[in-house]
């Protein structure tokens, strides 16, 4: 209605330069007015919404041309850490846009750290059902109601740090397209539960949603919470690849009625995070958690997500399950790379290891003890294309989350302000003003269009590759320049160890040496 109310605007407009100046004013003016109120009644475009007219300004400046992009990278004028590339290609997907480009590939292909994904004389037609034929089955021999969760489901990001609108367009796109949303440490709001997708709740060291009084955890309410039908998993967050070790605050002036009763905290409240954990100091106490937990909430799968550190403090956790034969059903690996709301930079940048590396230490410690087949891995850490999924499985990953990709789909432009309430899209705000922007229903459909998009693609690169099934991609399927003479198989940069290796002592390396060190008692060499 209105495009077509504006072209005849400037149909009729042709007569205008014959108008008094005061006619012409007034003509000029309708026409910003009808392109105001059609950008802020307009659902597609969270910027427009926020800023009719002046967001066009935006638009315009990125459709000058690649000669304009290319000065902006020369000159490092964007300052965003993410490929725009990538970013480009998961807008177009969430959309249901082409996603295809022209002229080859852009990458340095002789740069040092350059990977690839072998293909196959033999390949395969891509799986013409990924969605279904693409899952993960997550319950060891002591959870009695296991999840048979989609391989690629939606990070931990919490009410508070997201606004309302955000998490349901989250959870309402999981729910179309049969994933898993991830709760973020910020408890369970009404937010995540009333669009009625999948939740895997996650419990950090501040134990919002089952807190008691003194901050401490409370059986009692967390067993109320693990019992509503949304919530699939539990997973306790020993740390964050952003922020491995830090703890986090969130101000009281920012916890709203609706934060507070998430979190079960007052309105008002600050919400503190502590670095560690009070409900358990050692890895003996650990699994015990797990294993409580594990009743608490009736069978259902309990697991633990880390940012790995110190190898021997995970090879400590290692010692507790194979001592006490209690583990959890899964373990979710998060890298140094990893995204957050807000972190001081040298943690951002110099604290936790990279996800593939981790998702290495932790497969293989895994095998080394026995326990491969109980425990499922998950990876984190800006693992965002189909490729990226692809090598973090072939390396020993089950299954993937992210955050950063589903955060494009919601209309995230990387502005960089999710600390100061102020997002200029409505995604990282607790600011109504600018949360309208975020229309629900259509930035679901874009959720639920990028997970499908991401699994079609996911498909064909595992047929490219002459394979059936994500599963069987291996070590040796990807290659990576380690100079500009020399490549190597990510299977001589990554060995593999035997089954119980670590129990009977034929592992070699660091790993070996770890777990030596490494006691069930307490975290840390012994």
Avoid at 101 to 120: C, L, N, P
Wanted: charge should be neutral; include cysteine; charged fraction near 20%.
């Amino acid at each position: 209605m209105f495009p077509a109310l504006i072209a005849m605007l400037l149909m009729s407009g042709a007569w205008a330069w014959f108008w008094p100046p005061a006619a012409l004013v007034a003509f000029l003016v309708a026409i910003l007015l009808c392109l105001g109120i059609y950008d802020v009644l307009q659902p597609s475009h969270s910027i427009l919404r926020n800023y009719p007219v002046l967001g066009h300004v935006r638009f315009l400046l990125e459709d000058v041309g690649p000669e304009l992009r290319q000065y902006i990278v020369e000159h490092n004028l964007e300052g965003r850490p993410f490929n725009r590339d990538q970013r480009s290609l998961l807008y177009r997907r969430s959309k249901g846009l082409l996603d295809k480009k022209a002229f080859g590939t852009e990458q340095d292909v002789y740069a040092e750290g350059y990977r690839w994904i072998t293909h196959s004389l033999a390949a395969k037609p891509p799986s013409e059902n990924p969605k279904e034929g693409f899952r993960v089955a997550i319950g060891g021999p002591d959870c009695t109601r296991p999840y048979r969760a989609s391989l690629l489901n939606i990070s931990a990001m919490s009410f508070g740090a997201l606004s309302a609108n955000a998490i349901r367009a989250l959870n309402a796109g999981a729910r179309m397209g049969g994933f898993a949303h991830n709760t973020g440490e910020g408890g369970i709001s009404k937010h995540h539960r009333e669009p009625g997708g999948d939740l895997i709740w996650q419990i950090g060291t501040g134990y919002f949603g089952c807190r008691d009084a003194e901050g401490g955890f409370d059986p009692e309410r967390f067993e109320v919470q693990a019992a509503l039908e949304a919530v699939r998993m539990i997973e306790i967050k020993l740390s964050q690849g952003a922020k491995p070790g830090h703890g986090g605050i969130l101000p009281g002036v920012k916890v709203s009625a609706e934060i507070a009763e998430a979190r079960a905290v007052g309105p008002g409240e600050d919400c503190i995070s502590p670095p560690a954990h009070s409900a358990f100091r050692s890895p003996l106490e650990l699994v015990d958690f797990v294993a409580r937990l594990r009743r608490l909430a009736q069978g259902k799968p309990v697991g633990i997500k880390l940012a790995v550190g110190q190898p021997t403090e995970l090879m400590s956790i290692f010692r507790a399950i194979s001592q006490t034969g209690i583990a959890p059903d899964f373990i979710v690996v998060d890298g140094g790379e990893g995204g957050t709301g807000a972190a001081p930079i040298e943690f951002s940048d110099h604290m936790g290891m990279p996800v593939l590396e981790a998702i290495v230490l932790v497969h293989n410690a895994l095998v080394g003890i026995g326990y491969r087949d109980r425990v499922k891995v998950l990876a984190a850490g800006k693992l965002i294309t189909s490729v990226d999924i692809a090598m973090a499985i072939a390396l020993g990953a089950d299954g993937v989350n992210t955050a950063r990709g589903f955060m494009f789909a919601l209309g995230c432009i990387q502005a960089q302000l999710c600390h100061t309430n102020s997002c200029p899209v409505g995604v990282a705000t607790q600011n109504a003003h600018l949360a309208r922007a975020i229309d629900v229903e259509s930035k679901a459909e874009r959720v639920r269009n990028l997970h499908a998009s991401t699994l079609s693609a996911l498909a064909e690169v595992v047929g490219a590759a002459g394979l059936a099934h994500p599963r069987e991609l291996e070590r040796h399927h990807v290659f990576q320049r380690v100079s500009p003479w020399e490549i190597r198989p990510f299977s001589h940069l990554y060995p593999s160890v035997g089954a119980g290796s670590l129990l009977d002592g034929t592992a070699r390396g660091f790993m070996q040496s770890a777990w030596k060190a490494a006691t069930a008692e307490r975290f840390g060499a012994s």
